[in-house]
């Protein structure tokens, strides 16, 4: 088939099922990953004959959007931050939300970082994204990440190694306080950052079927009756790993951002800001130890 005859039948096989202008986002992506072409070189190559397995992928693109599956599944990789790393069903999508919360903490201690050695941990780090985007950008920082999903460590180490960084990746279970004291026994850190689940059951209504039927609930959702249950965790333990002065981070629920300020001045934390996204909503706060 021709590209421009396989561009139709993709726009075509998808119509009904995403807007156009989504569509056709998918269709350049995945030109990109299976042809190696960009944009402009589509348009150039219109009568470029498309078959064998470079086809089928395309077909089983096809097929896979039509579950509503992610794209960034389909592709195996996703941006964040300007750096490029590989997803896959048992980690998160890195969201442009969590862009803004790393831009907040790359504010914050830019200045300081050529002398300050500072010692950073990322928890429930996912896919990486955020303690590799923090090692990039903080070279001289000491990086330290945790999850209890072992498949998802693999995506993040993987992720570290292809950004060319060194993040010290852990698994522990952080609503096991025994496993977090035996792991961070002796060390103390400047800064403590997370976007821990924090989707409420409640909440699931509104997700499309693309979060909801293909992304990892592990990673999203709490009960309805404990909706700060992993910020309570972290904020009690970094009483004892975060160093005086030290600062904690985090991505919380857009409804919750009071509950989740209460929460840490109860904990005796200082300084809370708390800050909206770019969409207005409550999304990140940070907090003084
Ligand atoms: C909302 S995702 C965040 C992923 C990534 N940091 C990001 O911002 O895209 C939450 C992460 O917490 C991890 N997680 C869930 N329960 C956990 C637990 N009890 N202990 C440690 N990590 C946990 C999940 O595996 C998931 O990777």
């Known amino acids: ?5 396989l561009r139709t039948y993709f726009n075509n096989s998808l119509l009904g099922y995403y807007p156009d202008t989504e569509i056709e986002s998918f269709f350049n992506l995945l030109s990109e990953q299976i042809l190696k072409m960009k944009r402009i070189d589509i348009s150039q190559n219109l009568y470029a004959v498309v078959s064998g397995k470079k086809y089928d992928k395309f077909q089983n693109a096809i097929d896979r959007l039509k579950k509503y599956e992610p794209i960034q599944y389909i592709v195996g990789d996703t941006e964040f931050y300007g750096l490029v790393f590989k997803v896959n069903p048992s980690v998160l999508i890195p969201r442009p939300e969590t862009e803004e919360l790393v831009q907040w903490i790359l504010d914050c201690h830019f200045e300081q970082s050529e002398e300050s050695k500072l010692k ?4 429930g780090t996912g896919s990486g994204c955020i303690a590799i985007s923090l090692a990039k950008n903080l070279p001289n920082a000491k990086v330290y990440a945790l999850d209890i999903s072992e498949e998802a460590l693999k995506i993040a180490k993987l992720n570290a190694t292809n950004n060319d960084v060194d993040v010290t990746f852990v698994v ?4 096991n306080s025994t496993d977090w004291n035996l792991v961070f026994e002796n060390l103390k850190f400047d800064i403590i950052v997370s976007n821990p689940p924090y989707v409420r059951e409640l ?3 509104a997700m499309s079927a693309n979060v909801l039927n293909h992304e990892p609930h592990l990673a999203l959702f709490v009960k309805d009756d404990d909706a700060l249950l992993f910020y309570r965790n972290i904020t009690e333990t970094s009483q004892a790993i975060l160093k005086s002065n030290g600062q904690l981070y985090f991505e919380i629920n857009e409804n919750l951002g009071e509950h989740t300020k209460e929460l840490l001045v109860n904990n005796n934390f200082n300084s809370i800001e708390l800050k909206r996204d770019i969409f207005d909503k409550d999304r990140m706060i940070k907090a003084i130890k």
């Open 172 to 175: 522990a279970d952080v609503l």
């Open 1 to 5: 088939m021709i590209l421009k005859s």
């Open 120 to 123: 950073i941990l990322d928890i």
């Open 203 to 205: 909440e699931k209504e």
